[in-house]
């Protein structure tokens, strides 16, 4: 069994060291901490005082893991959460993920948090078992793709979203319909996607691979991948598009326009998100509400039950709205 002198031994520091770390207090160095953080981790250190001690001991923080800063429908998310957590009087630690950096979150976590939330990240196994194993909460706003039985998340009814934006399309007249989703299949983007194929195919529509569109998720990669494709060939295999995040649909409307095509004219564009940006495009655009704000209200109130109660969350669904604008009418074909 590895003993606390064995972690002060492998970190170079003394014992009296690495119980400070351990008992969270602050009258150490960040840098020696982070040290001895990385040896308990190295060298599986886990005694049940140490478990209990981050149990028990509140740091009044809460860690935010995001995807993007600069996505004005996650910063959306974020008002809600510091808004909240202000009234439970706790601090937002905000961490942007990169997943070739995964394993860096537990040191910068460990220990400065009392709970994490995610926004939609699909995080390795090891990472959240580490978490789970200091009795650290994971809750995710954004419901991840890759399922854990530890990892509780909100989110909106994207089934039954997608089926009004398609059904709302079909009534139009549009039967061939695209898609633009972000590369990475462990985004949470692709539990859009997913849920729009199921809803095309609930409506009695088919939809054809060579009208998916990948991207990387943000405005400019969705112009340059909508750019190319009309470059490679005007004439497109659908009438309208249905795009992941707003941004990317916000992209799509630049580059139809720099490149000679109508919008609603040519193509129908919808969003997924109602960022406020979408009701000042032109034209403005058909998108999904999600409530950004309430969701983010939940989300704290539900890991701060985790937290102080010991509840144990379930997955939640939240309502939304389809909101129909001037980006998507007839085709003209």
């Not at 149990?55 to 809600?80: A, D, H, Y």
């Not at 510091?82 to 394993?103: C, G, K, P, V």
């Not at 095309?200 to 939809?207: D, K, N, R, T």
Request: charged share 20%; net charge neutral.
């Amino acid at each position: 069994m590895v003993t606390r002198d064995d972690v002060a031994r492998h970190a170079g520091v003394s014992v009296a060291v690495v119980s400070y770390v351990v008992n969270n207090k602050n009258n150490v160095k960040e840098e020696t901490r982070q040290k001895v953080l990385r040896a308990i981790e190295e060298l599986g250190y886990n005694p049940n005082m140490a478990a209990r001690s981050l149990k028990t001991r509140k740091t009044n923080q809460i860690g935010v893991l995001f995807n993007n800063l600069g996505n004005s429908f996650e910063t959306g998310i974020s008002l809600g959460l510091e808004q909240r957590a202000r009234q439970y009087d706790q601090s937002l630690i905000f961490q942007t993920y990169i997943r070739s950096e995964e394993h860096k979150l537990k040191s910068i976590f460990s220990g400065r948090t009392d709970g994490i939330i995610l926004m939609g990240q699909s995080l390795k196994p090891e990472t959240i078992e580490h978490f789970a194993k200091f009795g650290v909460p994971l809750y995710s706003v954004l419901k991840p793709v890759q399922d854990h039985a530890y990892v509780r998340s909100i989110d909106i009814d994207w089934y039954d979203a997608m089926l009004k934006l398609v059904e709302h399309l079909k009534s139009l007249g549009h039967h061939k319909i695209g898609f633009m989703a972000n590369a990475m299949h462990d985004h949470y983007h692709h539990v859009r996607f997913l849920h729009f194929r199921q809803a095309m195919e609930a409506s009695g529509l088919e939809f054809e691979e060579h009208s998916l569109l990948q991207a990387g998720g943000y405005l400019e990669s969705a112009y340059d991948r909508m750019s190319n494709r009309i470059k490679a060939n005007p004439k497109l295999p659908f009438t309208a598009i249905v795009c992941a995040g707003d941004l990317m649909a916000i992209g799509v409307l630049s580059a139809c326009k720099d490149c000679g095509l109508s919008v609603p004219g040519d193509l129908s564009v919808a969003g997924c998100e109602n960022i406020l940006m979408t009701s000042h495009t032109t034209p403005t655009l058909t998108t999904i509400h999600y409530p950004r704000k309430e969701i983010g209200y939940m989300a704290v109130d539900t890991i701060m039950g985790q937290i102080h109660n010991g509840d144990e969350p379930t997955d939640s669904t939240f309502g939304f709205e389809l909101m129909i604008r001037q980006s998507t009418v007839k085709p003209t074909g």
